[in-house]
């Protein structure tokens, strides 16, 4: 059965109804509760905190808890490989940057 409202467009909507005849997103009370309910599974997820990154290092620490977060999470092999992929470049790339940093300091400090 399909939701028994109308698009932005005025055409009917094509989505699946729920109770009500209506679907997800012109179900008020239903779009709310759902919404509640995907806030609730973040928080029993461990979502990622908010991070203030300021250093070479606040990211390499954030990326690492990215990486984590992807190994222990529920996901399909191809998307948690393609996540592992992107994370474990942009941290190769990070922790590269940081030594060149700490390398580049250590020589400034013997010039003076």
Do not use: W, Y
């Amino acid at each position: 059965m399909k939701c028994q409202a109308m698009n932005r467009r005025g055409e009917p909507c094509r989505a699946a109804a729920g109770p009500g005849g209506l679907c997800f997103a012109h179900n008020r009370a239903m779009h709310e509760q759902a919404s509640k309910r995907g806030g609730e599974a973040c928080a029993r997820r461990r979502c990622l905190p908010a991070a203030n990154v300021k250093t070479v290092q606040d990211l390499a620490s954030v990326l690492s808890l990215a990486i984590d977060q992807v190994l222990t999470e529920p996901l399909g092999a191809l998307a948690r490989a393609r996540a592992l992929s992107l994370l474990a470049r942009a941290f190769v790339e990070v922790v590269s940057v940081g030594d060149f940093e700490r390398r580049l300091a250590e020589l400034e400090g013997k010039v003076k």
